[in-house]
């Protein structure tokens, strides 16, 4: 730069020189200087340009003449000015280049920014000669540099420029803090990809591109080791010294975004796989709530059968019996066989009925409270002769085993129904495993058919062929079977479930092709020790006699005919209604005093159990026997009957009537 | 702490350093243009005071790895080591600059060395004689050599600069034929000759301060 304008020196060829001079000018102040100054250091002479003496308040004829070189400082900010003297000190002793920016104190008093890019010329002894120089405003230029600072730091915006191919990218301070670089405006393209986490490409790329994609970085902190997340955008522009094109951007952290969008994402993966479980746990509610609405179908269905069908069979049972007594042993024999078949057979419709309702869960219970593991080993003999030689038994029972408050011929028929369904299951030989354990159910869901509690698991398992899951669904349904035809009545398992649910428990099946079947019934702890289980005392032949009055209710005649006659036989008094408002009003005569009311349960206008709540109010100790093929109405909780009221299952035989009649009359007839 | 903390050079005694070897290297393209034939400008446009450690990281930072330096040692009225740091893939553009176009890619690989150590001798010489001059006391330099690696193996040979805890980093612009090379000078030196240092500086300040003008 060889910039400085020459002494004024007047004479001839002024004219010439100040035409050379006011070009000079015009150029420096197309160039944005403020102006020119020349500083003749032997002579000790400053001179300035007239732009740069009028910005110093100087009178441009007097800086064209020569001031005293202190005039340079003149308006040099007082804060700039020793350092600024420090670097002309340096130009006089010999340096070459001065180039500096400092702020300058116009004469209106306003502050502008300035830079001075200065020479020093030597003279043929390499001696200090002439210090020349020119002055740029950079006000504008230092506020928006100013402004782009601020905005990079608040922002935590880095800058760089990089010209593929180059090794080194000029950089702004904050990018260098970002990636945790020691700051430096000049920074090694190397350096900075090396900041990068393995596998990441390059920050920095080497070969031209066109556009400046978008892009983010894991990098690993040189200065911490600390691993953060860094966005690069920017774009590319044409160099404009043609060496390519280049690429202008900014970095900046994104980690805690990205630690956001994590949690978020982790967040949401965690919110679909919860809705996914509620989904399915619903499924499964409404499952099983559909499958228990579907046995209750069943189970009412089967019920009301089961009751007309009693009903029948005890006119049936009640007529075939006394035809047969009528006949007494001189009748023919043919007709006695076939009395005797008639029966026989009906005695097995009974039975029929009976499982179906023990299905139905209204069969009388009388839970006693027993212990699972006594009671299995007890029918070890029965399970053995069932099962055959070629099925082993183990069984295995919890030494602490809570007891059960259930109704001990059930159980046993229902624990009999398991083993003999397990051994079909295996074709005759296998393992028959039955275990006993104590749970305590503390997460039993929305929709469990089971509540909260102690239970005593009961389970029963075979080796066999097991079943598939749609055969699971449908095992407890009443002549669901998989056996072949005349090999079972697909009632077993009904019964069980019947009985079981009845009992307060429940039971479930795991079983799969191939793998066998394991049935658990889970039975509701008892809060009474076990009592020992005395045999049902066999009871004789009832011998009624005298005077003892019933009342029979039953509004079906053909039944209560069936009824009266067979105690009127046994020598009782009997009274007959046809229906609860009858039998009241009988109840209520002071003559003949009632002893027992025998009544129906079902009936049109006020059922038997009603009529049973109004005649106790009147004499709370008569007792009463009820009649019924559908017990579930008159039986109050966990299948149980009151105080004093007993219940005779329809159908019922002339000599099961009898004897319950003369136990609850507590009474002997004559022998 | 570190020593760069035990002795801190103020802005304006940076300012000063910066124009002492501001004269040292304008002293040296005068001589390289009498070598040259062609326009040599050196300047130095700011200095940094920094542990070594630092000036390893930036060094590494800002050159990768593949750097070159002339050094030499020095010793007088205060010792220590400088260094004419380059980037390895400039320095034969720095050696095509000195000697001019017409010579050959083999005949500029074959003076490669010493160019690189003739023209780092100037540099680090005028730089070093200056500040000799100023106290007018003399200081005794070593046979300048090459030495190849990045930063840390610059800065971490440990010479006969003995505790070494600052580096004063400076950057250097070298303009030849129009062309722009930037490459570091890095000196080193020990705590007694920082010391002389700064009394240097400050008596440099003084009389800049108080110049009659």
Redesign the interface.
């Given at each position: 730069m060889n910039l400085q304008s020459s002494p004024r020196t007047g004479g001839a060829n002024g004219e010439p020189m100040r035409e050379l001079e006011d070009r000079l000018s015009l150029s420096l102040k197309a160039a944005g200087a403020v102006g020119s100054w020349s500083w003749d250091i032997p002579g000790?002479l400053l001179h300035l340009d007239a732009r740069l003496a009028r910005f110093q308040g100087i009178e441009p004829a007097e800086a064209a003449t020569g001031l005293?070189?202190?005039r340079?400082f003149t308006a040099i900010h007082a804060e700039d000015a020793?350092?600024i003297?420090?670097?002309?000190?340096?130009m006089?002793?010999?340096?070459?280049?001065f180039?500096k920016s400092y702020r300058m104190l116009a004469p209106d008093g306003s502050m502008r920014w300035v830079e001075a890019h200065g020479r020093?010329l030597?003279d043929e002894h390499?001696r200090p000669e002439r210090f020349t120089g020119v002055l740029v405003d950079i006000t504008a230029r230092q506020r928006i540099e100013e402004r782009l600072r601020i905005a990079q730091t608040a922002g935590g915006v880095g800058t760089f420029e990089f010209v593929p191919g180059l090794?080194?990218a000029s950089v702004s301070e904050q990018f260098c803090r970002l990636l945790g670089?020691?700051p430096?405006p000049?920074?090694?393209?190397?350096?900075v990809n090396a900041v990068l986490a393995a596998g990441e490409r390059p920050l920095l790329e080497g070969r031209p591109l066109r556009v400046l994609q978008d892009a983010e970085y894991r990098i690993v902190r040189p200065d911490t080791g600390e691993q953060r997340w860094i966005a690069r955008r920017g774009e590319v522009l044409p160099d404009s010294e043609g060496s390519g094109a280049r690429q202008i951007g900014v970095i900046f952290d994104i980690t805690d975004l990205k630690r956001t969008q994590h949690e978020l994402n982790e967040l949401n993966r965690n919110l679909e796989t919860r809705v996914e479980q509620e989904i399915q746990s619903r499924q499964q509610i409404e499952e099983r709530l559909r499958q228990s609405q579907k046995m209750e179908a069943i189970g009412q269905l089967t019920g009301g059968i089961a009751h007309d069908f009693n009903n029948l069979l005890t006119v049936i049972i009640g007529n075939v019996d006394m035809a047969r007594r009528r006949l007494g042993g001189g009748g023919d024999e043919r007709v006695e066989r076939a009395l005797a078949n008639a029966l026989k057979s009906s005695e097995r419709a009974a039975a029929l009925t009976q499982r179906l309702l023990a299905f139905s869960r209204r069969q009388p219970l009388e839970p006693t409270s027993v212990n699972v593991g006594r009671l299995v080993g007890g029918m070890f003999d029965l399970l053995n002769r069932s099962l055959g030689e070629q099925i082993e038994i183990k069984t295995w029972f919890d030494p602490d085993l809570w007891s059960v408050e259930v109704d001990t011929n059930q159980l046993e028929s229902a624990i009999l129904n398991l083993a003999v369904n397990a051994r079909d299951a295996m074709g005759w030989q296998g393992l028959v495993t039955i275990r006993a354990e104590n749970r305590t159910v503390v997460d039993a869901g929305e929709g469990e058919d089971l509540g909260n509690g102690d239970y005593v698991v009961l389970s029963v398992a075979d080796t066999g062929q097991g079943m598939p899951a749609d055969v699971i669904g449908r095992a407890f349904e009443p002549f669901f079977t998989t056996k072949e035809v005349g090999k079972g009545t697909g009632l077993g398992l009904s019964m069980v479930f019947g009985f079981v649910r009845q009992s307060g428990g429940d039971v479930r099946i795991t079983s799969a092709p191939g793998q066998g079947t394991t049935v658990e019934l889970l039975l509701p702890r008892s809060g009474a020790p076990a009592m020992e289980s005395g045999n049902a005392e066999a009871q004789g032949a009832a011998r009624l006699a005298r005077s003892a009055t019933v009342l029979i209710v039953e509004d079906d005649a053909d039944v209560r005919t069936f009824a009266a006659e067979g105690l009127r036989e046994m020598g009782l008094n009997v009274v007959e209604a046809g229906s609860g408002e009858e039998a009241l009003a009988l109840l209520d005569r002071p003559e003949p005093a009632i002893d027992l009311l025998l009544t129906d349960v079902v009936m049109p206008g006020m059922t038997g159990r009603d009529l049973v709540d109004v005649a106790r109010q009147r004499r709370p100790d008569l007792p009463v026997l009820y009649m019924s093929g559908y017990p579930g109405e008159v039986m109050a909780e966990n299948g149980r009957l009151g105080p004093g009221v007993v219940l005779l299952s329809k159908p019922f035989t002339m000599q099961a009537l009898a004897a319950r009649v003369s136990e609850m009359l507590e009474w002997a007839g004559p022998g | 702490m570190s020593v760069a903390d035990t002795i801190e050079l103020s802005?304006?005694e940076q300012?000063?350093l910066?124009?002492?070897v501001?004269?040292g290297?304008?002293?040296a393209?005068?001589a390289l243009r009498k070598m040259v034939g062609e326009h040599v400008?050196?300047?130095v446009?700011s200095v940094e005071v920094l542990s070594r450690q630092?000036a390893a990281?930036?060094l590494?930072?800002?050159?990768?790895?593949e750097l070159v330096a002339i050094k030499q040692s020095f010793t007088g009225a205060f010792s220590g080591g400088a260094m004419l740091i380059f980037?390895q893939?400039r320095s034969l553009e720095l050696v095509r600059a000195v000697t001019g176009p017409e010579m050959s890619h083999e005949e500029i690989v074959e003076i490669e060395q010493e160019a690189l150590t003739e023209t780092g001798n100037v540099i680090l010489n005028s730089c070093l004689a200056?500040m000799a001059n100023m106290l007018k006391q003399p200081l005794t330099m070593s046979i300048p050599h090459i030495i190849k690696g990045d930063g840390s193996d610059l800065l971490t040979q440990v010479g006969e600069e003995g505790d070494v805890g600052l580096v004063l980093f400076l950057y250097i612009t070298f303009t030849v034929r129009e062309r722009d090379l930037?490459g570091y000078i890095a000196m080193m030196m020990n705590m007694s000759s920082l010391l002389a240092l700064k009394q240097l500086l400050g008596a440099?300040?003084d009389?800049?301060?108080g110049?009659e003008?």
């Open positions: 000790r005293p070189v202190a340079f020793p350092r003297k420090v670097a002309v000190g340096g006089l002793r010999g340096a070459e280049v180039f020093c030597f390499d090794g080194t670089l020691e430096a000049v920074i090694a393209v190397a350096a | 802005e304006l300012d000063a910066t124009e002492v501001n004269i290297v304008s002293r393209a005068l400008l050196l300047s446009p630092r990281t930036l590494v930072q800002q050159g990768g790895d980037p893939s200056t930037r440099f300040i009389e800049t301060m110049e003008l």
